[in-house]
Each structure stands twice: as structure tokens, then as C-alpha cells.
């Protein structure tokens, strides 16, 4: 007689396995489901301005899809995103002259995944910069210290 408080491996699987399947799409979701870091970056630090689909806003400020800038621009993008710029920029011909602000605390391996993200979204494509080459020029354009 077989006892009746015992639970098979066939009655597991075959109820367990809709709550594995749960179990993983939830992983998913908590980690690649909510997108890159520079995708998640961008949505916290830059949508406001330069909009959900790189736009940019009405004319104020730029756009980030299909911008010369961007695409010809190298890691020097990453001053503009540390530091900020107060000049007007010129962008797929048409100037900007509305201030960015710029944004001290991101890390540099932070700015890294969000100059390579707005660079190969919204169709646009270029080379990834490496992080090296980020921190170099982030290194470079540094404010001077004023004693």
C-alpha cells in the first residue's frame, strides 16, 4: 500500500512547472526586461529633454535620433553629458542654444553605457567606445580647479 502523504515526481512536474516558468519570466523581468544600463540611464537622465524616442523638444533641445553630432562626435559626447554645455550646438543644421545641464555624479562606466547607448539607438548606428577611451577623455575635459 502506498502512502498516501507522499507526492510523486510526476505530480511535480507536472504542477511545477507553470510555477518555474512564472519563477524565470520574473527573473527576466527584474533584470533584461527593464533594458540596458544605458537604456535605463537615458530614462532616468535625459527624457526629459531630449524625449522617450531621442526626438528632442520642440526645438529647444536637440535630438539624439539621427543626430550628425552624435554619429560624428566620439567620446568627447561624455564631457557634454559630465559637464554640461551653455554654447549653442549645431545638430542635423539647425542650432540649439538652450543649456544642458551637465551631471557630476554618474560614473564613468555609467557614461560609458549611455554614450554608446544614444549613439546606436533610434536607428542610429556607430562604433561602442570603448570605456578606456571614455575615461581618457573625461580625464581631458575636466574643469580646471579655481584656488
Known amino acids: 500500500m502506498k502512502n498516501k502523504s ?3 515526481w510526476r505530480t511535480i512536474l507536472a504542477f511545477g512547472w507553470p510555477v518555474l516558468l512564472a519563477l524565470g519570466i ?3 523581468i527584474q533584470t533584461e526586461g527593464k533594458g540596458s544600463a544605458g537604456q535605463r ?3 532616468l ?16 533641445y536637440p535630438p539624439l535620433a539621427g543626430a550628425d553630432y552624435l554619429l560624428e562626435g566620439g567620446a568627447e559626447i561624455a564631457c557634454l553629458i559630465r559637464y554640461g554645455y551653455q554654447d549653442s550646438l549645431l545638430v542635423n543644421g539647425k542650432w540649439y542654444s538652450q543649456a544642458m545641464p551637465g551631471n557630476k555624479l554618474l560614473q ?3 557614461i560609458t553605457a549611455l554614450v554608446n ?3 546606436n539607438e533610434w536607428g ?17 575635459c575636466k574643469p580646471e580647479s579655481k584656488n
Open 124 to 140: 542610429n548606428e556607430a562604433e561602442t567606445i570603448p570605456f578606456q577611451e571614455i575615461k581618457s577623455a573625461l580625464d581631458s
Open 26 to 28: 520574473f527573473a527576466y
Open 108 to 110: 564613468d562606466q555609467e
Open 6 to 8: 507522499s507526492i510523486s
Open 41 to 43: 540611464l537615458y530614462a
Open 117 to 119: 547607448y544614444i549613439r
Open 45 to 60: 537622465h535625459c527624457t526629459n529633454c531630449h524625449g522617450e524616442q531621442g526626438a528632442g523638444l520642440r526645438g529647444l
